[in-house]
């Protein structure tokens, strides 16, 4: 792993060994083979390499806030044992171990971080959602440690979109929440430490457990139900109100709000145009597509709730008032016309093929904009939403894939006083993270600060995540691979009259300096 002027230690990965602390080599994984509906696995042996070290005073973590008051690995719990079970280590041990065969970590589609940066959530190709703790003593770790699911559960159906509760407190177990939308399914909500059909009073809960928590058993079932047809619809975005109480889910046409306490309906349901099938009617507002993205501002003076931006696959940016579900106005990406892509050889370099991520700046005057295959992302000012200020370049995001950005809040900006400096995060296709600071004080193509690799730029990197401190990133990395054999990691799958391939995914957790 290497930088450009960026201090980076790999301290944890999911292809570390949990007992020798060091990286899996190419053929460490079990290869999962799926042939005439059967499967079978290949084991091959473990091959292990140093991984690379920088010293980090524990210190600088101190002068950048990073404090935890418990262990994330420990939730509270009356079972002191379950505690036990659970703990992180603090470094990885030196001494000879019998080598261990692992499986490998399925290809991750999706990844977010707790409002409290203890936990970091993931789905990914093989229908687990997971959940990782951030131990408290990370940054002290003098070598790259193994990381874990602490709890996890694998869904029948596909998972589409989660979101994590944003008032997330380890310490408050009523606050560990999280949503889930899985194909054909109603929208769940899962307790994201705890299995709830256990009784953590009893002795039974002092059992120690082989392996994570099973939080399967869901808390409430929120129905999206179409009443003419009766065809269950999964949301293929989420978003939580600021308060907690409250989500927005994106479906075709419209978003619906719903009320945590209330599970038969949504509450309120913001249509994005007036007519499904006459887009004339209501004056020729509105834009119809696939709600693929939501993104709620911080709430302002102006939007006590905060502004909702609504993304669509069909190229289109939707800004409402969260509280009253108003239109504040809405807007076409460059070189869409009439919900229809035009040949534009001056646009080109910066369409792409429906909006994927969105993410508003913490001072909640910018708006960026993330696209499938496109190499760009997309700023807009809120005070004027007819064209975008510039855009990130250089993204390497040419596919299908969705790869996913994020926004770390650098403080005052020195700029302007009305907005936050801020850094903005972004994986690409080659296995690294780019970052750009303050891109929306520019014009035009704005070239990355700083490159970071991540896994020596062989996965695509889905999520990156920056902890709140700026002492930590999050790197989740995904692949899918058909045909040509080019990963020799991970679990190979198809055969028969299905074309065989390989997908293969990881986890990094990464300290700043």
Known sequence: MSSQGLNVRWLASTRVSEHTGQELGQNDQNEEEV??????????????????????????????????????????SPSSASDTEYSSDETSSTESTPHRELQGTSCIQEAQLSQDGTCIFTSDYSRTFSVYPIGTNILSNASTSAIKPYAQFTSPNPIWAFAANPLFNLQDAASTHVLVSRRDSYITLHNALWDITRNYDSQDAQTLSSGPVDIAKPLASYKLIDHLTEAVTAPISLAYAHDGAHFFAGKQNGIATFDLEHTNDPIHTITTIPSKRNKLKGGGRGFKGWISALSLSLPSTTSTGGLLAAGSRTRYIGIYDSTSGGDVTHFSLPGTIDGKKARNENLRHIMGDGVSHLKWSFCGKYLYVAERHSDVLLIYDVRNFSLSLGYCVGRKAETKQKLGFDIWNAGPSPYDIEAMAHEVWAGGSDGHVRIWKDPYRKEGPVLPDEVVQIQYGKLPVVSTLVHSSGCLAVAACGVVDVGDEKYTQGRRRGGGVRPRYREYGSLDILGLG
């Open 35 to 76: 042939q005439a509906g059967s499967d079978e696995i290949e084991k091959d042996s473990i091959g292990l390499k140093d991984c690379e070290k920088s010293p980090r005073l524990d210190d600088e973590a101190a002068e950048k806030g990073y404090h935890n008051e418990i262990d994330p690995t420990t939730p509270p």
